[in-house]
Nanobody, 120 residues
Framework: VQLVESGGGLVQAGGSLRLSCAFS????????MGWFRQAPGKERESVAAISWNGDNTHYADSVKERFTISRDNAKNTVYLQMNSLKPGDTAMYYC??????????????WGQGTQVTVSS
């Protein structure tokens, strides 16, 4: 399974970005997908997760009501819509495939990351 993120960039506080993660591999659509982020000097943290068929989603408390995770298995893509962005959301964002969880160790495959920077 290969994962490639895109959509990061620089945005002002209050703005929006949509991250995309293109996944490939014969069994990729059967994996749960997660978004994680890591800011400089901080540990990697779970942002959101979605089950293989999209029926279940989970969000970190810090992003609830602002971020939305979705997937389109026909397009082999998972998305993270980020609204009302805050400077505290600044981090490298990673897409991962694995078992439906907020625990990074349960994810087997990782993308290279896309940088999100939110200016105040």
């Amino acid at each position: 399974v290969q994962l490639v993120e895109s959509g990061g960039g620089l945005v002002q506080a209050g703005g929006s970005l949509r991250l995309s993660c293109a996944f490939s591999g014969q069994t990729a659509s059967y994996y749960a997908m997660g978004w994680f982020r890591q800011a400089p000097g901080k540990e990697r943290e779970s942002v959101a997760a979605i089950s293989w068929n999209g029926d279940n989603t989970h969000y970190a408390d810090s992003v609830k009501e602002r971020f939305t995770i979705s997937r389109d298995n026909a397009k082999n893509t998972v998305y993270l819509q980020m609204n009302s962005l805050k400077p505290g959301d600044t981090a490298m964002y990673y897409c991962a495939a694995g078992r439906y969880s907020s625990i990074s160790e349960w994810y087997n495959y990782w993308g290279q990351g896309t940088q999100v920077t939110v200016s105040s």
